[in-house]
């Protein structure tokens, strides 16, 4: 029996492989690949830096979440758990200057817990890209020596300087 040409039609459309805009290809930093579907990630603190007036919103992806919303004294960082931190130059709202938002982007931060790859910064990879282009800094895991560095401040938390926020 003959099929209706309509149903071919349909069954061509149905095999057809799903078409989407292209998703923005980002070099690595430091070997660290920029997280896919970043921005879909659930915010685990915010903070600001009053020495360079940023602000920053720290996400983490599954792992991270639960870990930083267990109740316990001290975070235990899964391998696999990836922070991401995004930073903005401050700015006071023009209709409401007591108001401080996000302005320009400046970078976004990653750090990835894995302790055997990066045991010689305390289990943690460390990248960061520039700009709303996302423009890796450092060309290799070199670069992450200096991100280590200042993260001994906070190596009683596990070289995380990140307290996630109280939820009600």
């Not at 320009?104 to 460390?126: L, N, P, S």
């Amino acid at each position: 029996m003959k099929k209706p040409s309509h149903l071919l039609f349909l069954s061509a459309l149905i095999c057809l492989p799903q078409l989407s805009y292209a998703e923005k290809v980002i070099a690595p930093a430091n070997d660290i690949e920029y997280p896919k579907h970043l921005t879909n990630w659930r915010v685990i603190s915010t903070s600001i830096r009053n020495d360079n007036n940023t602000q920053r919103v720290i996400l983490g992806n599954a792992l991270a979440v639960k870990a930083a919303r267990a109740e316990t004294k001290k975070i235990a960082w899964p391998n696999g758990a990836i922070l991401a931190k995004l930073v903005w130059k401050n700015e006071t709202l023009p209709t409401w200057q007591a108001a401080t938002v996000p302005g320009d982007f400046v970078h976004a931060e990653i750090m990835v817990r894995d302790t055997k790859k990066y045991a010689t910064t305390g289990g943690w990879g460390f990248a960061r890209w520039t700009g709303l282009e996302l423009t890796p800094h450092g060309k290799d895991s070199s670069a992450a020596q200096a991100c280590f560095d200042c993260h001994q401040a906070a190596k009683a938390t596990d070289y995380v300087f990140t307290q996630p926020a109280k939820l009600p």
